[in-house]
T-cell receptor, first 116, second 114 residues
């Protein structure tokens, strides 16, 4: 099992450009998440999904869009990149606990994005 | 609302010292889960342990041990005989039994000096 994979690993964009980050998981997890981590900071939730075809906003959703067309994939889009979006982006997935709730989140290796 | 506090922003120890990382959580839910993650300098996030609210038994895994105390809402992590490879940021996290509520603490940066 590959677990959670992210592509690309690194990317440099110019202000105003758009891009899509791809997250894939092979653990058949219901839940998937996108976080950003700025230097020396903790994790901030951007968007998440509790199942195929569903998405919801997290703590810092502005400037990002997501889609979950297939259970195993969760895409994060930047429509018009800004320097403030320079960060490391982590994808995670987890199973739903019996009775509700979120089990252990497993993380991808991260994508380092620089916006000039 | 759920909250996780890691009051220690940074800790430095000398190799072979024992070190305890504190984690205090807040939740009104009676069923919840606590986690620790490690983020080494290479950047990946590594899952270390999961504990549910009904199991207050302490756990030991090699040099790592976890002390869960519901009375003080704490889930502390101790590294015995620390090594340079333990240098990392450690995150404590909380999940409750409903909805999408997975809350991370701000992290503690541990530096183990040779």
């Amino acid at each position: 099992n590959a677990g959670v994979t992210q592509t690309p690993k690194f990317r440099v964009l110019k202000t105003g450009q758009s891009m899509t980050l791809l997250c894939a998981q092979d653990m058949n997890h219901e839940y998937m998440y996108w976080y950003r981590q700025d230097p020396g900071m903790g994790l901030r939730l951007i968007h998440y999904s509790v199942g195929e075809g569903t998405t919801a906003k997290g703590e810092v959703p502005d400037g990002y869009n997501v889609s979950r067309l297939k259970k195993q994939n969760f895409l994060l889009g930047l429509e018009s990149a800004a320097p403030s979006q320079t960060s490391v982006y982590f994808c995670a997935s987890s199973r739903e606990l019996r009775g509700g709730g979120t089990d252990t989140q497993y993380f991808g290796p991260g994508t380092r994005l620089t916006v000039l | 609302a759920q909250k996780v506090t890691q009051a220690q922003t940074e800790i430095s120890v000398v190799e072979k010292e024992d070190v305890t990382l504190d984690c205090v959580y807040e939740t009104r839910d009676t069923t919840y889960y606590l986690f620790w993650y490690k983020q080494p300098p290479s950047g990946e996030l590594v899952f270390l342990i999961r504990r549910n609210s009904f199991d207050e038994q302490n756990e030991i895994s090699g040099r790592y041990s976890w002390n869960f105390q519901k009375s003080t809402s704490s889930f502390n992590f101790t590294i015995t005989a620390s090594q340079v490879v333990d240098s990392a940021v450690y995150f404590c996290a909380l999940s409750v039994s409903y909805g999408q509520n997975f809350v991370f603490g701000p992290g503690t940066r541990l530096s183990v000096l040779p």
